[in-house]
Protein backbone atom coordinates (compact mmCIF):
# COMPACT_ATOMS: atom_id res chain seq x y z
CA UNK A 1 0.00 0.00 0.00
CA UNK A 2 1.20 3.48 -1.06
CA UNK A 3 1.35 5.53 2.07
CA UNK A 4 1.58 8.96 -0.15
CA UNK A 5 -1.77 10.07 -1.69
CA UNK A 6 -2.22 10.40 -5.15
CA UNK A 7 -3.14 13.87 -6.64
CA UNK A 8 -5.72 13.69 -8.47
CA UNK A 9 -4.56 15.84 -12.10
CA UNK A 10 -7.54 17.88 -12.44
CA UNK A 11 -5.51 20.94 -14.13
CA UNK A 12 -4.67 18.07 -16.74
CA UNK A 13 -7.09 18.84 -19.54
CA UNK A 14 -6.65 14.82 -20.47
CA UNK A 15 -7.61 13.76 -17.36
CA UNK A 16 -10.83 16.66 -17.34
CA UNK A 17 -11.72 15.13 -20.97
CA UNK A 18 -11.11 11.47 -20.01
CA UNK A 19 -10.07 10.58 -16.13
CA UNK A 20 -10.80 6.77 -16.68
CA UNK A 21 -7.61 5.62 -17.75
CA UNK A 22 -6.02 7.32 -14.77
CA UNK A 23 -8.89 5.59 -12.48
CA UNK A 24 -7.84 2.51 -13.94
CA UNK A 25 -4.44 2.56 -12.89
CA UNK A 26 -5.38 3.74 -9.22
CA UNK A 27 -7.82 0.97 -8.78
CA UNK A 28 -5.28 -1.83 -10.01
CA UNK A 29 -2.88 -0.25 -7.60
CA UNK A 30 -5.50 -1.29 -4.65
CA UNK A 31 -8.85 -1.28 -3.63
CA UNK A 32 -8.31 1.66 -1.27
CA UNK A 33 -6.27 4.41 -1.97
CA UNK A 34 -5.40 8.03 -0.12
CA UNK A 35 -5.85 10.93 -2.38
CA UNK A 36 -5.75 14.62 -3.01
CA UNK A 37 -9.11 15.48 -4.50
CA UNK A 38 -11.33 18.56 -5.47
CA UNK A 39 -10.84 21.32 -3.17
CA UNK A 40 -7.36 20.00 -2.12
CA UNK A 41 -9.20 18.02 0.27
CA UNK A 42 -7.76 14.43 1.13
CA UNK A 43 -10.06 11.22 0.98
CA UNK A 44 -9.74 7.35 1.16
CA UNK A 45 -10.92 6.25 -2.22
CA UNK A 46 -12.61 2.74 -2.21
CA UNK A 47 -12.17 1.68 -5.97
CA UNK A 48 -14.26 -1.45 -6.52
CA UNK A 49 -17.32 -2.17 -6.56
CA UNK A 50 -17.60 -4.78 -4.13
CA UNK A 51 -16.09 -2.70 -1.76
CA UNK A 52 -18.36 0.46 -2.94
CA UNK A 53 -21.29 -1.36 -2.36
CA UNK A 54 -20.50 -2.36 1.17
CA UNK A 55 -19.44 1.01 2.66
CA UNK A 56 -22.71 2.93 1.28
CA UNK A 57 -24.19 0.55 3.34
CA UNK A 58 -22.01 0.64 6.35
CA UNK A 59 -23.58 2.73 9.19
CA UNK A 60 -19.70 3.46 10.62
CA UNK A 61 -19.83 5.48 7.43
CA UNK A 62 -21.74 8.64 7.74
CA UNK A 63 -23.51 11.75 5.89
CA UNK A 64 -22.92 14.41 8.27
CA UNK A 65 -19.61 16.41 7.68
CA UNK A 66 -20.16 17.02 11.15
CA UNK A 67 -17.89 13.80 11.53
CA UNK A 68 -15.57 14.75 9.46
CA UNK A 69 -12.40 15.66 10.74
CA UNK A 70 -11.08 17.93 8.19
CA UNK A 71 -12.41 21.51 9.48
CA UNK A 72 -12.33 22.10 5.54
CA UNK A 73 -15.65 20.14 4.98
CA UNK A 74 -17.66 22.51 7.02
CA UNK A 75 -15.99 25.78 6.08
CA UNK A 76 -17.17 25.06 2.25
CA UNK A 77 -20.70 25.53 3.40
CA UNK A 78 -22.17 28.96 3.56
CA UNK A 79 -21.09 30.30 7.15
CA UNK A 80 -23.82 32.16 8.02
CA UNK A 81 -26.33 29.17 7.51
CA UNK A 82 -24.22 26.17 7.86
CA UNK A 83 -26.45 24.69 10.68
CA UNK A 84 -29.42 24.74 7.60
CA UNK A 85 -27.01 23.21 5.07
CA UNK A 86 -26.32 20.74 7.45
CA UNK A 87 -30.57 19.69 8.06
CA UNK A 88 -30.56 17.97 4.70
CA UNK A 89 -31.68 14.68 3.61
CA UNK A 90 -28.03 14.57 1.71
CA UNK A 91 -26.28 15.27 4.88
CA UNK A 92 -27.98 13.50 7.97
CA UNK A 93 -28.39 10.51 8.82
CA UNK A 94 -31.17 8.05 11.07
CA UNK A 95 -33.18 8.97 12.15
CA UNK A 96 -33.73 12.35 11.16
CA UNK A 97 -32.72 11.04 7.52
CA UNK A 98 -35.45 8.79 7.93
CA UNK A 99 -37.94 11.30 8.85
CA UNK A 100 -37.31 13.88 6.00
CA UNK A 101 -37.24 11.57 3.21
CA UNK A 102 -40.73 9.69 4.40
CA UNK A 103 -42.09 13.62 3.94
CA UNK A 104 -41.38 13.81 -0.24
CA UNK A 105 -40.96 9.90 -0.86
CA UNK A 106 -44.54 10.07 -2.16
CA UNK A 107 -43.74 12.05 -4.83
CA UNK A 108 -40.58 10.59 -6.45
CA UNK A 109 -41.96 6.79 -6.48
CA UNK A 110 -42.15 5.40 -9.86
CA UNK A 111 -46.15 5.29 -10.69
CA UNK A 112 -46.29 9.36 -9.44
CA UNK A 113 -42.94 10.18 -11.91
CA UNK A 114 -44.98 8.18 -14.64
CA UNK A 115 -47.87 10.48 -14.77
CA UNK A 116 -45.62 13.13 -15.34
CA UNK A 117 -44.48 11.74 -18.43
CA UNK A 118 -47.01 13.72 -21.18
CA UNK A 119 -46.06 17.03 -19.32
CA UNK A 120 -41.79 15.78 -19.68
CA UNK A 121 -42.51 15.29 -23.78
CA UNK A 122 -44.67 18.67 -24.38
CA UNK A 123 -41.49 20.09 -22.25
CA UNK A 124 -38.92 18.49 -24.49
CA UNK A 125 -41.14 19.27 -27.67
CA UNK A 126 -41.49 23.02 -26.78
CA UNK A 127 -37.43 22.88 -26.36
CA UNK A 128 -36.41 21.31 -29.52
CA UNK A 129 -39.42 23.08 -31.60
CA UNK A 130 -37.07 26.77 -30.71
CA UNK A 131 -33.80 24.88 -32.60
CA UNK A 132 -35.11 22.63 -35.64
CA UNK A 133 -35.38 25.33 -38.11
CA UNK A 134 -31.74 26.58 -36.94
CA UNK A 135 -29.81 23.46 -38.13
CA UNK A 136 -27.68 23.73 -35.11
CA UNK A 137 -27.57 24.16 -31.10
CA UNK A 138 -25.87 24.30 -27.83
CA UNK A 139 -27.64 21.17 -26.39
CA UNK A 140 -26.72 21.83 -23.19
CA UNK A 141 -27.95 25.03 -22.95
CA UNK A 142 -30.62 25.19 -25.12
CA UNK A 143 -31.93 21.43 -24.32
CA UNK A 144 -30.15 19.76 -21.04
CA UNK A 145 -30.35 22.52 -19.14
CA UNK A 146 -33.58 23.97 -19.16
CA UNK A 147 -35.54 20.19 -19.37
CA UNK A 148 -35.06 19.04 -16.17
CA UNK A 149 -34.85 22.65 -14.61
CA UNK A 150 -38.26 23.42 -16.03
CA UNK A 151 -39.82 20.00 -14.86
CA UNK A 152 -38.21 20.86 -10.85
CA UNK A 153 -39.83 23.73 -11.09
CA UNK A 154 -43.28 22.53 -12.00
CA UNK A 155 -43.12 19.91 -9.44
CA UNK A 156 -42.05 22.42 -6.85
CA UNK A 157 -44.14 24.91 -7.84
CA UNK A 158 -41.16 27.62 -8.44
CA UNK A 159 -42.40 30.50 -11.41
CA UNK A 160 -40.62 30.04 -14.50
CA UNK A 161 -39.12 34.08 -14.44
CA UNK A 162 -37.81 33.08 -11.32
CA UNK A 163 -35.55 29.62 -12.82
CA UNK A 164 -32.43 31.95 -14.42
CA UNK A 165 -31.92 33.60 -10.44
CA UNK A 166 -31.65 30.26 -9.01
CA UNK A 167 -29.19 28.39 -11.47
CA UNK A 168 -27.07 31.28 -11.05
CA UNK A 169 -26.74 30.66 -7.69
CA UNK A 170 -26.68 27.36 -7.35
CA UNK A 171 -23.81 27.51 -9.70
CA UNK A 172 -21.93 30.08 -7.29
CA UNK A 173 -22.26 27.37 -4.29
CA UNK A 174 -21.54 24.34 -6.55
CA UNK A 175 -19.82 24.15 -9.54
CA UNK A 176 -16.55 25.83 -8.37
CA UNK A 177 -15.25 22.85 -10.23
CA UNK A 178 -11.92 21.50 -8.75
CA UNK A 179 -10.01 24.71 -7.51
CA UNK A 180 -10.56 25.55 -4.03
CA UNK A 181 -13.86 27.07 -2.99
CA UNK A 182 -14.08 30.91 -2.52
CA UNK A 183 -16.39 31.48 0.99
CA UNK A 184 -17.25 34.97 0.26
CA UNK A 185 -19.20 33.79 -3.39
CA UNK A 186 -20.66 30.40 -1.28
CA UNK A 187 -22.32 32.84 1.31
CA UNK A 188 -23.31 35.69 -1.20
CA UNK A 189 -25.05 33.20 -3.25
CA UNK A 190 -26.70 31.33 -0.26
CA UNK A 191 -27.46 34.84 1.26
CA UNK A 192 -29.46 35.07 -1.55
CA UNK A 193 -31.14 31.83 -2.48
CA UNK A 194 -32.06 31.72 1.51
CA UNK A 195 -33.83 35.18 0.62
CA UNK A 196 -35.68 33.71 -2.09
CA UNK A 197 -36.81 30.59 -0.84
CA UNK A 198 -38.25 32.50 2.14
CA UNK A 199 -39.90 34.63 0.18
CA UNK A 200 -41.52 32.59 -2.31
CA UNK A 201 -42.33 29.75 1.22
CA UNK A 202 -44.14 33.04 2.10
CA UNK A 203 -46.02 33.62 -1.39
CA UNK A 204 -47.23 29.77 -1.08
CA UNK A 205 -48.13 29.99 2.25
CA UNK A 206 -50.68 32.87 1.17
CA UNK A 207 -51.44 31.16 -2.00
CA UNK A 208 -51.05 27.53 -1.84
CA UNK A 209 -50.95 25.55 -4.66
CA UNK A 210 -51.03 21.98 -6.02
CA UNK A 211 -47.19 21.66 -6.17
CA UNK A 212 -44.25 19.66 -3.39
CA UNK A 213 -43.85 22.93 -1.21
CA UNK A 214 -47.07 23.97 -0.72
CA UNK A 215 -47.72 20.51 0.51
CA UNK A 216 -44.12 21.12 2.63
CA UNK A 217 -45.65 23.89 4.03
CA UNK A 218 -48.64 22.10 5.03
CA UNK A 219 -46.43 19.47 7.00
CA UNK A 220 -44.34 22.30 8.59
CA UNK A 221 -47.49 24.61 9.77
CA UNK A 222 -50.05 22.00 10.51
CA UNK A 223 -48.38 18.56 10.91
CA UNK A 224 -45.44 20.27 12.55
CA UNK A 225 -42.79 17.31 11.04
CA UNK A 226 -40.29 20.16 9.76
CA UNK A 227 -39.34 23.49 11.24
CA UNK A 228 -38.58 26.78 9.49
CA UNK A 229 -34.59 26.08 8.91
CA UNK A 230 -35.69 22.18 7.81
CA UNK A 231 -38.21 23.65 5.57
CA UNK A 232 -36.00 26.04 3.76
CA UNK A 233 -33.14 23.15 3.40
CA UNK A 234 -35.39 20.91 2.00
CA UNK A 235 -36.93 23.73 -0.44
CA UNK A 236 -33.03 24.41 -1.75
CA UNK A 237 -32.00 20.50 -1.71
CA UNK A 238 -35.16 19.21 -3.71
CA UNK A 239 -35.05 22.29 -6.21
CA UNK A 240 -31.13 21.87 -6.89
CA UNK A 241 -30.52 18.14 -6.79
CA UNK A 242 -33.76 17.97 -8.99
CA UNK A 243 -31.89 19.42 -12.45
CA UNK A 244 -28.34 19.68 -11.81
CA UNK A 245 -27.09 15.75 -12.13
CA UNK A 246 -29.74 15.42 -14.88
CA UNK A 247 -28.20 18.28 -16.80
CA UNK A 248 -25.06 16.23 -17.55
CA UNK A 249 -26.79 12.79 -17.63
CA UNK A 250 -28.55 14.15 -21.13
CA UNK A 251 -25.71 15.96 -22.19
CA UNK A 252 -22.90 13.23 -21.86
CA UNK A 253 -25.09 10.57 -22.96
CA UNK A 254 -25.31 12.37 -26.21
CA UNK A 255 -21.65 12.93 -26.39
CA UNK A 256 -21.24 9.45 -25.97
CA UNK A 257 -23.40 7.91 -28.77
CA UNK A 258 -21.89 10.98 -31.26
CA UNK A 259 -18.65 9.48 -30.57
CA UNK A 260 -19.96 5.75 -30.87
CA UNK A 261 -21.56 5.82 -34.37
CA UNK A 262 -22.32 2.16 -33.70
CA UNK A 263 -24.34 2.79 -30.40
CA UNK A 264 -26.05 5.98 -31.31
CA UNK A 265 -27.31 3.55 -35.12
CA UNK A 266 -28.42 0.81 -32.56
CA UNK A 267 -30.71 3.24 -30.63
CA UNK A 268 -32.22 4.92 -33.31
CA UNK A 269 -33.34 1.73 -34.62
CA UNK A 270 -34.86 0.22 -31.51
CA UNK A 271 -35.87 3.06 -29.14
CA UNK A 272 -36.75 0.02 -26.97
CA UNK A 273 -33.75 0.29 -26.16
CA UNK A 274 -33.47 3.74 -24.24
CA UNK A 275 -34.23 2.42 -20.63
CA UNK A 276 -30.67 -0.12 -20.89
CA UNK A 277 -28.94 3.21 -22.42
CA UNK A 278 -29.56 5.24 -19.68
CA UNK A 279 -28.62 2.89 -16.85
CA UNK A 280 -25.62 2.33 -19.50
CA UNK A 281 -24.77 5.85 -20.30
CA UNK A 282 -24.77 6.04 -16.11
CA UNK A 283 -22.74 3.09 -15.66
CA UNK A 284 -20.06 4.43 -18.32
CA UNK A 285 -19.99 8.16 -17.41
CA UNK A 286 -22.31 8.75 -14.63
CA UNK A 287 -23.01 12.73 -13.52
CA UNK A 288 -21.25 11.98 -10.10
CA UNK A 289 -17.39 11.98 -10.42
CA UNK A 290 -15.43 10.39 -8.94
CA UNK A 291 -17.82 9.47 -6.25
CA UNK A 292 -19.96 9.68 -2.70
CA UNK A 293 -18.85 10.88 0.02
CA UNK A 294 -18.96 9.79 3.95
CA UNK A 295 -16.90 10.29 7.18
CA UNK A 296 -16.07 7.58 9.86
CA UNK A 297 -17.63 7.77 12.34
CA UNK A 298 -15.02 5.12 14.31
CA UNK A 299 -11.87 3.46 13.51
CA UNK A 300 -12.83 1.48 10.23
CA UNK A 301 -11.28 -1.11 8.14
CA UNK A 302 -12.70 -1.58 4.26
CA UNK A 303 -10.85 -4.44 2.22
CA UNK A 304 -8.07 -4.69 4.49
CA UNK A 305 -7.11 -1.12 4.89
CA UNK A 306 -7.22 0.77 7.97
CA UNK A 307 -8.99 3.89 8.15
CA UNK A 308 -8.86 6.22 11.25
CA UNK A 309 -11.82 8.02 12.35
CA UNK A 310 -13.18 11.67 10.81
CA UNK A 311 -11.28 10.27 8.06
CA UNK A 312 -13.31 11.48 4.65
CA UNK A 313 -14.31 7.96 2.69
CA UNK A 314 -15.07 9.06 -1.00
CA UNK A 315 -16.94 5.85 -2.59
CA UNK A 316 -15.52 6.08 -5.85
CA UNK A 317 -19.06 4.97 -7.81
CA UNK A 318 -17.25 6.22 -11.18
CA UNK A 319 -14.47 4.08 -10.92
CA UNK A 320 -16.17 1.11 -9.18
CA UNK A 321 -18.23 1.04 -11.85
CA UNK A 322 -15.77 0.12 -14.41
CA UNK A 323 -14.66 -3.06 -12.43
CA UNK A 324 -13.94 -5.54 -14.89
CA UNK A 325 -15.11 -7.99 -11.68
CA UNK A 326 -18.76 -6.69 -11.48
CA UNK A 327 -19.04 -5.40 -15.10
CA UNK A 328 -17.64 -7.34 -18.10
CA UNK A 329 -15.69 -5.26 -20.64
CA UNK A 330 -16.04 -2.27 -18.75
CA UNK A 331 -14.32 0.18 -20.68
CA UNK A 332 -16.89 -0.65 -23.91
CA UNK A 333 -20.17 1.25 -23.94
CA UNK A 334 -22.84 -0.85 -24.34
CA UNK A 335 -26.35 -0.10 -24.32
CA UNK A 336 -27.66 -3.71 -24.80
CA UNK A 337 -25.93 -4.31 -21.30
CA UNK A 338 -27.85 -6.61 -19.21
CA UNK A 339 -27.74 -6.61 -14.84
CA UNK A 340 -26.76 -3.22 -15.05
CA UNK A 341 -26.14 -2.44 -11.44
CA UNK A 342 -23.84 0.42 -11.21
CA UNK A 343 -23.76 2.77 -7.94
CA UNK A 344 -24.13 6.41 -9.80
CA UNK A 345 -27.35 7.27 -8.06
CA UNK A 346 -25.67 5.62 -4.89
CA UNK A 347 -27.01 2.31 -2.80
CA UNK A 348 -28.97 2.01 0.91
CA UNK A 349 -30.70 4.68 2.52
CA UNK A 350 -29.38 7.37 0.36
CA UNK A 351 -30.46 6.48 -2.71
CA UNK A 352 -30.82 9.02 -4.91
CA UNK A 353 -34.57 10.11 -4.35
CA UNK A 354 -35.32 11.43 -7.43
CA UNK A 355 -33.55 8.25 -9.77
CA UNK A 356 -37.07 7.62 -11.71
CA UNK A 357 -37.21 11.20 -12.74
CA UNK A 358 -33.74 11.48 -13.53
CA UNK A 359 -34.50 8.33 -15.95
CA UNK A 360 -37.92 9.56 -17.50
CA UNK A 361 -36.14 12.55 -18.41
CA UNK A 362 -32.97 11.12 -19.27
CA UNK A 363 -34.86 8.61 -21.77
CA UNK A 364 -37.53 11.07 -23.03
CA UNK A 365 -34.58 13.78 -23.96
CA UNK A 366 -32.13 11.42 -25.81
CA UNK A 367 -35.02 9.54 -27.68
CA UNK A 368 -36.98 12.51 -28.52
CA UNK A 369 -33.56 14.00 -29.73
CA UNK A 370 -32.42 11.36 -31.84
CA UNK A 371 -36.03 11.46 -33.85
CA UNK A 372 -36.64 14.60 -34.39
CA UNK A 373 -32.68 16.17 -34.92
CA UNK A 374 -31.61 14.14 -38.18
CA UNK A 375 -28.45 13.73 -38.80
CA UNK A 376 -27.18 15.17 -35.59
CA UNK A 377 -22.82 15.17 -35.22
CA UNK A 378 -20.81 17.30 -33.34
CA UNK A 379 -20.03 20.95 -34.67
CA UNK A 380 -16.69 20.52 -33.11
CA UNK A 381 -13.86 17.70 -32.97
CA UNK A 382 -14.80 15.53 -29.79
CA UNK A 383 -11.52 16.69 -28.11
CA UNK A 384 -12.62 20.05 -28.00
CA UNK A 385 -15.39 20.22 -25.95
CA UNK A 386 -14.90 21.31 -22.74
CA UNK A 387 -15.62 19.19 -19.57
CA UNK A 388 -16.80 19.60 -15.88
CA UNK A 389 -14.65 18.16 -13.25
CA UNK A 390 -14.49 17.94 -9.43
CA UNK A 391 -17.43 16.39 -8.13
CA UNK A 392 -20.00 16.27 -10.82
CA UNK A 393 -19.13 15.68 -14.45
CA UNK A 394 -20.58 16.36 -17.70
CA UNK A 395 -19.83 18.32 -21.40
CA UNK A 396 -20.25 22.29 -20.50
CA UNK A 397 -21.58 23.25 -24.09
CA UNK A 398 -22.59 20.76 -26.59
CA UNK A 399 -22.52 22.65 -30.04
CA UNK A 400 -24.28 19.69 -32.44
CA UNK A 401 -25.94 20.51 -35.95
CA UNK A 402 -28.28 18.58 -37.68
CA UNK A 403 -30.70 18.88 -41.02
CA UNK A 404 -32.83 21.78 -40.17
CA UNK A 405 -36.62 21.23 -40.25
CA UNK A 406 -40.01 22.92 -39.33
CA UNK A 407 -41.53 22.46 -36.01
CA UNK A 408 -43.78 19.31 -36.45
Known sequence: MNEHP????YTDPAFAADPFPFYRRLRDDGPVRRAVIAGGLEAWLVTRYEDGLAALSDPRLSSDVRDASDPRLLERLPATERESMLRTMLRCD????TRLRRLVSKAFTARRVAELRPRIQEITDQLLDEVVPAGKADLIED?????????????????ATDRHDF?????????????????????????????YLTGLLENKRAHPGNDLLSALITTRDEEHRLDEDEL??????????????TVNLIGTGIAHLLAHPDQLHQLRDDPGLLPAAIEEFLRYDGPVNPGIARFAREDVTIAGVSIPRGATVLVASAIADRDPAQFPDPDRLDITRQDNAHLAFGHGIHYCLGAPLARLEGQIAIGTALRRLPHLSLAVPPDALR??????RGPEQLPVTFTPGDTA
Open 6 to 9: VLLP
Open 94 to 97: PPDH
Open 143 to 159: FALPLPVTVIGELLGVP
Open 167 to 195: QRWTDDMILQGAEPPDPARIDRAWQQMRS
Open 232 to 245: IAMAFLLLVAGYIT
Open 387 to 392: WRSGGL
